[in-house]
């Protein structure tokens, strides 16, 4: 498996070289941001080495490097999810290909329905902390080494300084963003309102069914992580009518524009803390 991601490594060098020092994943209907990079190279993910391809609907499925705010990023627009049937490696594996090309942070959002009553659809919410419910680890298996350590703490799995950074960034451009945290569980099945009640019971303020394999697969490269999750309706039980994809995706695109403005505006602020040494 490391040979494979220093392969892909090695060919997205060959295409765009310089070092990203920053990651950025993003989630469901949130994908066009990427396409304001500037000195950008453009590589879909069928084109990489050991890249797999996403099949959802919304999902582009696109590796985009280039310059944003001044700062060197690679940008995974479109991501593979457990659902699809890919293993826990395969959905790591782009986030792991970027901790390669030299990443000191990752910025991760999603598409996520409320447990919280705090939250409302268009919402956007930093996450502080997750849950892992997706019956799966993507380090479970032989300790890859030249990653990391074989139990790597998630005690700051998203880091408190990019979140102090990006309520700042919030602040600057007006735009309200909630805290909390998010439970990962593996769908494709919507969740019952049950469920949701259980979501709810152990803490959990938004549900969806990403981020965690990558949060896990940074921490354990050391790379700092930052959530957003863009709340896309109320998980079951909470609104009136049946869950719909369309509905997921159709929020997402309503939110896309506010989200987009945070997203630069946090990135803008990065840079200084980007230069700090990487921490042990
Ligand atoms: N549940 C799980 N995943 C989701 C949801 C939800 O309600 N909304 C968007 N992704």
Redesign the pocket.
């Known amino acids: 498996m490391y040979r494979k991601m220093s392969e892909a490594a090695r060919a997205i060098r060959k295409r765009h070289p310089g070092q990203p020092l920053l990651g950025v994943v993003l989630g469901?209907g949130l994908g066009d941001c990427a396409d304001s990079l500037e000195r950008r190279t453009v590589i879909p993910f069928v084109d990489l080495p050991h890249f797999p391809a996403s099949t959802v609907r919304g999902h582009g499925g696109k590796l985009v490097l280039g310059i944003v705010e001044g700062i060197p990023a690679a940008v995974l627009q479109g991501r593979a999810h457990y659902y699809e049937g890919y293993s826990m490696s395969d959905v790591t594996f782009p986030v792991r290909v970027l901790g390669l090309l030299g990443i000191r942070a990752l910025i991760v959002s999603?598409?996520?329905?409320?447990?919280s009553p705090r939250f409302r659809p268009g919402d956007l919410m930093l996450i502080t902390d997750h849950i892992n419910l997706m019956g799966a680890n993507p380090l479970r298996g032989s300790n890859i080494d030249e990653l990391g350590p074989r139990f790597p703490d998630m005690s700051e799995a998203y880091d408190r300084r990019l979140v102090a950074l990006a309520l700042r960034a919030s602040r600057r451009c007006g735009i309200r963003v909630g805290q909390g945290v998010y439970i990962g569980?593996s769908?494709p099945s919507?969740?019952t309102p049950a469920e949701?009640r259980m979501c709810r019971t152990l803490g959990a303020d938004?549900?969806?069914?990403?981020t965690v394999p990558e949060v896990v697969a940074a921490n354990h490269m050391g790379i700092r992580v930052l959530g957003i999750s863009c709340?896309?309706?109320?998980?079951?039980g909470l609104q009136a009518r049946k869950?719909s994809?369309d509905e997921?995706m159709k929020t997402a695109a309503r939110v896309r524009g506010k989200f987009t403005e945070f997203l630069r505006e946090t990135i803008a602020s990065l840079g200084e803390e980007l230069a700090r040494a990487p921490q042990a």
């Open positions: 469901s999603n598409a996520a329905g409320a447990v569980l769908g919507y969740e949701i938004a549900v969806g069914m990403s709340i896309t309706n109320m998980a079951a869950l994809h997921v």
